[in-house]
């Protein structure tokens, strides 16, 4: 009889624990999705011409290039480091705009403290450092910089995503898919819309708009006029 009694409280403490996780495993929420950044403009890499239609992508030693034609696209074969350095230019002063880090991602010192921040690409994007010492240690963790820029571009743009789905035109709901291309996040109302934005992003971005009444980034609060506006 002890021996009955002993196995069932073994089995019962067997069995509690693994009660105990399943509301935590249950109450866990997916990871915002994400994605490489989205290409900088709309313009040939080359010529800076808009891009048509018949617009050529191609791929060198796995960065992506669009040119206005096939002889543009030969042109970044044929100089791959020239242009990679102009898509890099390109790709910093797109993301520099809605920068969300005010300090060092390696010293956390105040940016401009000491100087002109150091601004280097790393895993495709813009990471500010306070000065040249904290260079050696951000690029020899290239993905943990990258990662806390992307982490706080995502809380800061918490109140000014999109709040309907740029495909499909519908106002989007609380349950939403959240991307993150790069920097920039965007939201849909389902993967399928998710899926056809990545496939051609310069057909949507224009349906980008901001939630509405959300200040802008660095904005100051509009005060409110007294005295009759005066």
Same mark, same amino acid.
């Given at each position: =009889?002890?021996? =009955? ?11 509690? /624990? @693994? ?5 935590? !495993?249950?109450?866990?929420? /997916?990871?915002?999705?994400? *994605?490489?950044?989205?290409?900088? $403009? ?12 018949? @617009?050529? %992508? ?20 044929? $100089? ?22 005010? %300090? ?9 403290? =000491? ?25 020899? &963790? /290239? ?16 109140? %000014?995503?999109? %709040? ?8 989007? !709901? ?5 991307? =993150? ?20 992003? @310069? ?8 939630? *509405?009444? @959300?200040?802008?980034?660095? !904005? /100051?609060? *509009?005060?409110?006029? &007294?005295?009759?506006?005066?």
């Amino acid at each position: =009889m002890i021996r =009955m009694i002993s196995v069932c409280a073994a089995l019962l403490c067997a069995v509690l /624990p @693994a009660q105990d996780k399943k509301p935590a !495993e249950q109450a866990q929420t /997916p990871a915002v999705v994400q *994605k490489p950044a989205l290409y900088p $403009d709309n313009l040939c890499i080359v010529s800076d011409e808009p891009l048509e239609a018949d @617009a050529v %992508t191609v791929t060198v030693e796995g960065e992506t290039f669009k040119a206005c034609c096939k002889k543009c696209a030969a042109k970044v074969e044929k $100089d791959h480091a020239k242009y990679s350095a102009k898509l890099a230019e390109k790709q910093k002063a797109a993301q520099l705009a809605n920068y969300p880090l005010k %300090t060092c991602a390696v010293s956390k010192e105040e940016l401009g403290s =000491m100087g002109e921040p150091v601004q280097l690409m790393l895993e495709g994007t813009l990471v500010q450092l306070c000065c040249k010492s904290c260079t050696k240690k951000a690029m020899a &963790k /290239p993905a943990e910089m990258a990662q806390k820029v992307k982490d706080a571009a995502y809380a800061a743009q918490q109140k %000014t995503a999109n %709040t309907t789905c740029p495909v499909g035109g519908e106002k989007l !709901e609380d349950k939403v898919v959240e991307v =993150m291309f790069g920097t920039k996040l965007v939201r849909f109302c389902c993967e399928k819309c998710a899926a056809k934005f990545e496939q051609d992003p @310069a057909k949507y971005e224009g349906k980008l708009a901001p939630a *509405k009444d @959300a200040p802008l980034p660095d !904005e /100051p609060a *509009k005060e409110e006029k &007294k005295d009759g506006g005066k």
